[in-house]
C-alpha cells in the first residue's frame, strides 16, 4: 500500500503561482500512476493532471493546458504540479490519487480507478 500526503496550498492572487507536492510513503513508489484531482464546493470533484510511472507521459485537463505542469522525482517519492497564471476558478481542495495501473487518457481522469488518496491541500485564488 502507498500513503499519499500533499502539501503546498495556500492563499494567492489570480495570476499567481503554487506548487503543490504530493509525498509517498510505503509501496514502490515508481510502480504507481499518479493523478491531481480537484474538488471546489458545490461541484463534483474533476480531473486536473495524470503522469504515469516514469514521468514520461503526461495528461492535463484541458482547463489547465499551458498553466499547470505536472512531474515527478520517483528518488524522493514525490510528484509536483506546478500552477501558473492562477484564475480564481481554480479555487478547490486539490487531491493526488494513485493507482498502480496504466496512464491511459481513456480511463485515468476517473477517479473510481484509483485505489490511493491523500487528505487534500486547499487553494483559494482570489480576485
Known amino acids: 500500500q502507498v500513503q499519499l500526503v500533499e502539501s503546498g496550498g495556500g492563499l494567492v492572487q489570480a495570476g499567481g503561482s503554487l506548487t503543490l507536492s504530493c509525498a509517498a510513503s510505503?509501496?514502490?513508489?515508481?510502480?504507481?500512476?499518479v493523478a491531481w484531482f480537484r474538488q471546489a464546493p458545490g461541484r463534483e470533484r474533476e480531473f486536473v493532471s495524470g503522469i504515469n510511472r516514469n514521468g514520461a507521459t503526461t495528461l492535463l485537463a484541458d482547463s489547465v493546458k499551458g498553466r499547470f505542469t505536472i512531474s515527478r522525482d520517483n528518488a524522493k517519492r514525490t510528484v509536483y504540479l506546478q500552477m501558473k497564471s492562477l484564475r480564481p476558478e481554480d479555487t478547490a481542495v486539490y487531491y493526488c490519487a494513485a493507482d498502480r495501473g496504466i496512464l491511459r487518457r481513456s480511463s485515468s481522469q476517473r477517479g473510481d480507478i484509483y485505489d490511493y488518496w491523500g487528505q487534500g491541500t486547499q487553494v483559494t485564488v482570489s480576485s
Open positions: 510505503g509501496g514502490l513508489f515508481s510502480n504507481y500512476v
